[in-house]
């Protein structure tokens, strides 16, 4: 049972423009929602993360946006660097507290084109 | 501040032999999770543990798998007796205590395993 999904398995994007990375989950029980960036043979790194109160969160270049009624989040970064390309991860937690397990989508390859 | 530790970093048994995967937390932190991410797959939590205690082991596999956290020393992930099918990466993550909100988990660099 994949409570949380990502159905674009890779994405490739022209430097400068906008990468637009999607996830959609299933449990009603999650309530923070996070974004991980992985390279080849690292571990997953943090990017940027929303509370389910929240609708939208921007660090930077990052907006998360959430859609509670429709279950489903989105990752943009604009603009699109060379740097960006690698596996993104959406992941989510059910809890009130920090101290939970994190369930995962199966990542997105984003690949930037120079 | 050094990040989470993981050794070995690569691990090759034979099916049969006994697998050891350590993790060292980051400084302060005192809350350890380890998920596996089989080829193409995304990562699967298996077990959450504070020092001396096993707090969720909900995605363990029943047998064969073990995980502790010592008073003193790293997590130990062990897979006993390994299968093919163990082969995967697996990676550790930490976080702090926290009392409202959330706080992150940080990753270290994973344990590649590969059984022959």
């Known amino acids: 049972d994949q409570q949380v999904k990502q159905n674009s398995p890779s994405l490739s994007v022209q430097e400068g423009r906008i990468s637009i990375l999607n996830c959609d989950y299933t449990?009603?029980?999650?309530?923070?929602f996070l974004w991980y960036k992985k390279y080849p043979a690292e571990g997953p790194t943090f990017l940027i993360s929303?509370?389910?109160?929240?609708d939208k969160n921007e660090d930077g270049r990052f907006t998360v946006f959430l859609n509670k009624s429709a279950k489903h989040l989105s990752l943009h970064i604009v603009p699109s660097q060379p740097g960006d390309s690698a596996v993104y991860f959406c992941?989510?937690?059910?809890?009130?507290?920090?101290?939970?397990?994190?369930?995962f989508g199966t990542g997105t390859r984003l690949t930037i084109i120079p | 501040n050094a990040g989470v530790m993981q050794n070995p970093r690569h691990l090759v048994r034979r099916r049969g032999q006994e697998a050891r995967l350590r993790c060292s937390p980051m400084?302060?932190?005192?809350?350890v999770y380890w998920y596996r991410q089989l080829p193409e797959e995304g990562l699967k939590f298996m077990v959450y543990?504070?020092?001396?205690?096993?707090?969720?082991e909900s995605g363990m596999p029943k047998e064969r798998f073990s995980a502790e956290f010592p008073k003193e020393g790293p997590s130990i992930l062990r897979i006993q007796q390994v299968v093919r099918g163990d082969s995967a990466a697996y990676f550790c993550?930490?976080?702090?205590?926290?009392?409202?909100?959330?706080?992150?988990?940080?990753f270290g660099p994973g344990t590649r395993l590969t059984v022959t």
């Open positions: 929303i509370s389910s109160i929240k």
């Open positions: 992941a989510a937690s059910a809890g009130n507290f920090g101290n939970e397990k994190l369930t």
């Open positions: 543990l504070q020092k001396e205690n096993i707090i969720d």
């Open positions: 993550a930490s976080s702090r205590t926290v009392t409202s909100g959330w706080y992150e988990q940080y």
């Open positions: 400084k302060g932190h005192s809350h």
């Open positions: 449990n009603s029980m999650f309530d923070y």
